[in-house]
């Protein structure tokens, strides 16, 4: 079992809530559902949940607003939420992921694929602090420094906010430096997701860590029709 408590399940659809507490349900999860964001404030009061499956429309509420107070409230700041919304454009994407959202699905979805992300979030969460064996703890790049085993990363001495999932990225590019790693390898090595999967993840994560890199960015290149490479001294 992945979790050590139920996951929220929020949507405003209840014959979609039916379906995926079904899925999860089989998977040996338990689950906990709302279809307003009263409902998942109430839901969490009592409980802390191990994951929130977040839908971005609800009647009362953005899911948006859900997850930037999850994110504020120390009982759920570090609950992983996964956003499963019908609004599929990158901007929506990056905005989930700005206010520390850890996944996004988009509707319609496979049930199949959901179960999916669900395990490998809640595996990345489980293992976030702790640094590979074998490695170093503390990498240097120039402007760039990362303390695995703190999970901290600096740019230029400033301090960089990563999630679990884009620290787990950074990581895996970081210590393949000088090799290229195609979006299939990403897939499976930091989202634990099959190779073949049609999705845009990767390259939503990859854009949205660039970003918070800043300087440091240029360390992550992009090698057109295969993949992204760490370059230890990129030319700037």
């Known amino acids: 079992m992945d979790a050590t408590g139920p996951i929220l399940v929020v949507d405003d659809e209840v014959d979609l809530l039916d379906l995926v507490e079904m899925n999860l349900k089989r998977e040996g999860f338990e689950t906990l559902r709302a279809t307003n964001g009263r409902e998942v404030f ?56 700005e206010l520390g959202a850890d996944d996004y ?18 595996r990345r969460q489980a293992s976030a602090p702790a640094a590979e064996e074998g490695g170093p703890e ?15 990363v600096w740019v230029e001495e400033q301090e960089v906010a990563l999630t679990a999932t884009e620290f787990k990225l950074l990581m895996t590019l970081a210590r393949r430096a000088g090799r290229v790693q195609t979006r ?9 997701m099959p190779p073949d999967l049609n ?25 057109r029709g295969v993949g992204y490479r760490f370059n230890a001294s990129p030319s700037q």
Do not use: N
């Open 138 to 152: 503390r990498l240097d790049y120039g402007l760039l420094r990362i303390d695995e085993a703190a999970h901290r």
């Open 199 to 223: 999705t845009r993840t990767v390259d939503t994560h990859v854009k949205r860590l660039r970003e918070k890199l800043e300087g440091a960015s240029g360390h992550i290149e992009t090698v």
């Open 42 to 97: 109430e839901q969490v009061e009592d409980v802390t949940p191990s994951l929130v499956i977040l839908d971005l429309m609800l009647p009362d509420m953005s899911g948006t607003e859900i997850c930037r107070r999850l994110r504020s409230m120390p009982a759920t700041a570090e609950v992983p939420v996964i956003i499963l919304s019908a609004k599929g454009e990158e901007i929506d994407r990056v905005v989930g992921f």
């Open 184 to 192: 299939g390898s990403l897939l499976s090595d930091v989202w634990d």
């Open 105 to 122: 699905v988009t509707k319609p979805f496979s049930t199949r694929e959901l179960v999916l992300r669900v395990r490998a979030v809640l």
